[in-house]
């Protein structure tokens, strides 16, 4: 089993920028497709961004596209989401996950079997 441990959340005003950083023990994230979900409070968690097991293909929600990127590192085992031009909405707890289904990225919840602890980001207006 892998675990995970994000950071790099914070509080920002609006326009700002964070680089949200996912670190992995146990085992190396080069087997798994990772992903980035969100879960602001009273709402569901819902899917972020996702990048394959290689870093060839990545997916975004339709809400951060052009505003957000993921990256991964496999030599340090850590996977990125910067996030540019913050809204307050962006607001939640943000997760990582990882996905031993390698096929397709996958943009459910339910896909990914591993989670870190989350890091709160709260951008304000």
């Known amino acids: 089993q892998v675990q995970l441990v994000e950071s790099g959340g914070g509080l920002v005003q609006a326009g700002g920028s964070l680089r949200l950083s996912c670190a992995a023990s146990?085992?190396?994230?080069?087997?798994?497709?990772m992903g980035w979900f969100r879960q602001a409070p009273a709402k569901e968690r819902e899917f972020v961004s996702a990048?394959?097991?290689?870093?060839?293909?990545?997916h975004y929600a339709d809400t951060v596209k052009g505003r957000f990127t993921i990256s991964r590192d496999n030599a340090k085992n850590t996977v990125y989401l910067q996030m540019n031009s913050l809204k307050p909405e962006d607001t939640a707890v943000y997760y990582c996950?990882?996905?031993?289904?390698?096929?397709?990225?996958?943009?459910?919840?339910?896909?990914?079997?591993?989670w870190g602890q989350g890091t709160q980001v709260t951008v304000s207006s």
């Open positions: 990048i394959s097991v290689i870093g060839g293909l990545s």
């Open positions: 996950a990882a996905d031993p289904s390698t096929f397709t990225v996958g943009k459910a919840v339910a896909r990914y079997d591993y």
């Open positions: 146990g085992r190396t994230i080069s087997r798994y497709n």
